[in-house]
Every structure is written in structure tokens, then in C-alpha cells.
């Protein structure tokens, strides 16, 4: 494709992305359903007019990365502790309950096969990570407690998507899963997850004390750039969705992230050659990172995050084909009406085991609802393999389409009508 005429398409999208979610915003309505929309309107579900690119495709990713990024920069560290159980068991819970029973009654009583069955059920476990977080920043809610517990288990329920997803495509593959496989994954993403911070803020004090050194602050928002490509390329290598290399990268910046070895940098050097023999000045990398280099960053990437998020859900639109569906099929709305009560049931249900009041329970349900480009991901691999028939394709994205749109409507409702009781 022409590269001039890849400008013109981004021009469109751009415009009618943020104009749409402007006026929806005003109207206090989330503003991401607008640029969704966008994309479903130009792309091949309704008028195809822009197809999705590589181009595109790349932005979107940065987006996307960009956004997390952001969200760690801002995340309240002591928060996401206090949370953290929760925030495990409402992930686990909230891939579980969708996974085994679409699993179960695609079996058993559908009389799917097995594969088509688990790749059903595989399809409605994941969280879009994007699109919940964005949401609740449209909506002012990042910063309360419900939020944080979102928050985690959304990263957490990234994570258990990947793995699910390598485990059934194996299984797809060769008929059998290797569980030494899974494990192995899930300890080389876990140790990314705990180490990735420490050695993002050792990096990200390294290029501050670069910038001292050369009396200029020009060259770091282009290696903070970098250094969060980096982490999201790393995440990758391990086996990882990239966004949590640069989620992990933005808690090492966080103003709350406070490495709990700053005490030995702060004990003087004397004292350690008398005991230890040893200069322990290179702990002054790992030291809470500098709050003028923070707020750099954040004058940086904001104004990133503003114009490349929103392609990012743009593409979730593009990439939906609602062409594909049937609308007069009797079968496609039986199918689709059994795995949506299943989609919904399985993650709002997640909400009700953990402690709380019911406001906080169904806010964390309803949130953990969009499945958006990680249903996508699922309904294609699907669709190449061969393990999705039409009729199944059209289902799974219909599904989607209806949890990405549904979320944010019933949260606004939901945020709205707890306001006003309060």
C-alpha cells in the first residue's frame, strides 16, 4: 500500500476518533467507544474503506504500550499491595469460570469438539487490559480502591491469556500440552514481572545521571522511549504480552515505587568499609527515581499517549468483521445468547469473591468484562487453524464486540447511579 495514502487513512481515523469521542465524552459517555466505533464504521464491517495495516497495526501497539506505560507512571504502588490478593483472585476466578464452563457446555452440550470447545472457552478469558483502563480513566475512577483491584487482575488475567492461548495452540498442534512447557513460562514471565522494575529504574538513573553529566535534559525523552521499547521487546522475548514490560518500566518511575534497599545507600560509606570492605555507592542507581526527571517523562508521554491510544481502539474496530455474521441466522443468535450469558456470568462473577461491598463487587465484575482485541487474537488463531467453523467465527467476534461495547455503558450507569445514592 501506497505510504501517502496510509497518511491519508490516519488522518481520517485520527480526526473522526477524537472528534467522535469528544462529543461523547461530553454527553459523559467513555470516549474509547467512540474511536471503536470509528473503526467498525471505516473498516470492513460496514463501509470498508480503510483496511488494516501494518502501519496502523505498529502504531496501535505503541499505543497501546504507551498507555500502560502511563498507567504504571501513575499506578499508587502501596495500593496495588494492599489489593494484590484480590486482584489474583478476581484474575484467576475471572479466566477459570469462562474458560472451563464455555469449555464444558460447548462439549457436552453443543456437541463441539474438544479443541473447538477449549479454543471457545479460551476465547472469553482474557481481560482487554486497553480498554478497561481506559474506561475507568474516562470515568475519573483509576485512583479508588475497585479500580486498583482491576487494575492488577487485568495484568494478571493478560498474562493467563498468553498462557492458556500457548497451551491450547500447542495442543491444537500436537494433540497433547507440555506442562513442563506451561511452567517454564510462567516462571520466566514472573521473574520478568519482579526483577523488570529494579533494572528499569537502574537505567532510568542512569540516563538522569547522563543528563547531569551533559548539563541537558534534550536526549531523555527519546531514551525513555527506547528504554520502554526495550522492556516491551524483553517482555516479549520471555513469553510475555510486551505491554507488561512497559507497565513494569512505568512502576519503576512511579512516584510510590521506593526500592526497599534505599536504607544502604543512605548508611555512610566509612561504616560499610569497616564491616564489609566494600563501596556500596553503586545502590545509588536503584534510589527512588528523581521527581524532575518524573515529571519530564510525563510531559514526554502524554501528549504520545493522546494521539497513538487512540489508534489503538480504532484497530480494535478495524479488525472486527461483522460482515461475517449472519444476523438472520437462527443459529448464530442461540450460539451467540449461550456463550454472552456465559462471557458475562464468568467474569462479573469474578467480583463477588473477594471482600467488599456489593457497589465494589459489581463495579469490579463489570469492569473485567471487555474482551476486545484479546477475543480478537483468539477468534483469529481460530480461524487459521481451522478449529472455528464461519458460524463460530462470527459468534466469537460478535461476542466481543458486544462485551467491548457493553462494559463501558453499564460502568458509567453503574458509576453514575453509586454517585448520586451517595
Known amino acids: 500500500m501506497n505510504i501517502h495514502t496510509i497518511f491519508l487513512y490516519l488522518a481520517i481515523l485520527l480526526f473522526l476518533a477524537k472528534l467522535l469521542g469528544s462529543i461523547l465524552n461530553k454527553i459523559k459517555i467513555p470516549s474509547v467507544l467512540g474511536e471503536i466505533f470509528v473503526g467498525i464504521l471505516l473498516g470492513q464491517s460496514i463501509l470498508n474503506i480503510v483496511p488494516m495495516n501494518e502501519v496502523i497495526e505498529t502504531l496501535a501497539e505503541i499505543g497501546i504500550i504507551l498507555l500502560l506505560f502511563q498507567i504504571g507512571l501513575e499506578s499508587d504502588i502501596k495500593q496495588l499491595k494492599k489489593v494484590g490478593f484480590s486482584a489474583f483472585l478476581v484474575a484467576c476466578i475471572g479466566a477459570t469460570i469462562p474458560l472451563v464452563v ?75 500440552i507440555e506442562v513442563e512447557h506451561l511452567l517454564r513460562l510462567i516462571i520466566y514471565i514472573v521473574t520478568f514481572f519482579i526483577l523488570s522494575p529494579f533494572l528499569a529504574l537502574f537505567l532510568g538513573n542512569l540516563i538522569h545521571l547522563l ?9 531523555v525523552p527519546a531514551t525513555i522511549l527506547s528504554l520502554i521499547f526495550l522492556f516491551a521487546y524483553l517482555a516479549h522475548e520471555v513469553g510475555s504480552p510486551e505491554i507488561l514490560g512497559a507497565f513494569t518500566a512505568g512502576l519503576a518511575f512511579s512516584e510510590s515505587f521506593s526500592p526497599s534497599f534505599n536504607i544502604l545507600y543512605k548508611i555512610k560509606p566509612p561504616e560499610f568499609f569497616k564491616v564489609f570492605k566494600t563501596d556500596f555507592s553503586f545502590l545509588n542507581f536503584f534510589a527512588k527515581f528523581d521527581e524532575i526527571m518524573r515529571k519530564k517523562i510525563e510531559e514526554t508521554i502524554m501528549p504520545l499517549v493522546s494521539v497513538l491510544t487512540p489508534i489503538f481502539f480504532i484497530s480494535v474496530g478495524l479488525e472486527m468483521n461483522l460482515r461475517a455474521i449472519d444476523f438472520g441466522s437462527f443459529n448464530f443468535w442461540y450460539l451467540t445468547l449461550l456463550i454472552l450469558i456465559i462471557a458475562i456470568i464468568g467474569k462479573v462473577a469474578s467480583g463477588f469473591f473477594i471482600r467488599g461491598s456489593f457497589k465494589e463487587k459489581i463495579l469490579i465484575g463489570f469492569s473485567m468484562l471487555p474482551r476486545g482485541e484479546v477475543g480478537l487474537i483468539f477468534a483469529e488463531i481460530g480461524r487459521r487453524a481451522n478449529i472455528y467453523n464461519d458460524l463460530l467465527y462470527a459468534v466469537i467476534i460478535f461476542v466481543v464486540a458486544i462485551t467491548t461495547f457493553l462494559a463501558p455503558i453499564i460502568l458509567k450507569f453503574l458509576i453514575k447511579k453509586s454517585s448520586s445514592a451517595d
Open 211 to 219: 543528563a547531569r553529566k551533559l548539563k541537558t535534559f534534550d536526549f
Open 102 to 176: 464455555g469449555a464444558l457446555v460447548s462439549y457436552y452440550w453443543l456437541d463441539i469438539s474438544l479443541i473447538t470447545s477449549l479454543f471457545i472457552g479460551g476465547a472469553l478469558t482474557a481481560t482487554s487490559i486497553g480498554i478497561t483502563v481506559r474506561v475507568l480513566e474516562d470515568l475519573g475512577q483509576m485512583k479508588e480502591r475497585f479500580a486498583q483491584i482491576v487494575l492488577g487482575a487485568a495484568v494478571l488475567d493478560d498474562i493467563l491469556g498468553v498462557v492458556v492461548l500457548a497451551g491450547l495452540y500447542e495442543f491444537a498442534k500436537e494433540g497433547a
